[in-house]
């Protein structure tokens, strides 16, 4: 049983490590030309690797892309999905996809926004969905008006960042997360209250 254990997280641990040196090698040909002109070949060669080992980890470049995308958030959010530290998450990510600007502008510009969105999206629904749950604490509200919330809010979220990505991410991130944060405050809890439905024992807490 130990044995199977400590092949199994052998196997998981090359596998991450192959992953990574095929992100090492997207991200070094994106620096080179567009997404639409590299090829699965131009990676494994890079990588030193053949086709069908980047197959057995991804099914095509766009599969690849969409993983280092939510590596990348997912490693920005980490831990930072409170109230009071969704802003520091949120800047996080902002902050990754300033870091990885050139990847992320030549993806931007290559694939549709709707992808982009797409890969954003659970991220982004996660952080706000952490900070929805802590709030409902205590409150009598549906998972469903929860998600409804948590969704509301990531559309915005996912707007401005789309918006500053298609700027070329001229603003500085701080004071995008400054002013967003300062529209949502207290607005989480106004719209559990809203939706919850013990009227008789909850009132509406300050901002």
């Not at 053949?50 to 995308?69: G, P």
Request: net charge neutral; hydrophobic share 45%.
């Amino acid at each position: 049983m130990y044995l199977s254990r400590l092949l199994n997280a052998a196997e998981v641990f090359m596998s991450q490590m192959t992953k990574r040196a095929l992100e090492a090698s997207l991200k070094k040909l994106l620096l080179q030309k567009p997404l639409n002109k590299i090829t699965i070949s131009d990676i494994a060669e890079d990588c030193g690797i053949s086709r069908m080992t980047f197959y057995y980890h991804f099914k095509d470049i766009y599969d690849l892309v969409e993983w280092v995308c939510v590596e990348d958030a997912a490693r920005a959010l980490a831990g930072k999905k409170t109230y009071d530290t969704w802003q520091e998450g949120f800047l996080n990510i902002f902050q990754a996809v300033l870091d990885n600007k050139p990847f992320i502008m030549n993806v931007y510009r290559t694939v549709s926004r709707e992808r982009i969105e797409q890969y954003l999206n659970p991220l982004i629904h996660n952080l706000v969905l952490g900070v929805v749950e802590e709030k409902a604490v205590g409150l009598t509200v549906s998972e469903a008006d929860k998600n409804f919330i948590a969704y509301f809010y990531e559309y915005a979220l996912i707007g401005v960042m789309l918006d500053w990505i298609n700027g070329s991410m001229k603003e500085y991130p701080a004071a995008i997360v400054e002013r967003t944060s300062k529209v949502l405050h207290g607005s989480v809890i106004r719209a559990l209250n809203a939706f919850c439905t013990d009227k008789s024992l909850h009132s509406l807490p300050n901002d």
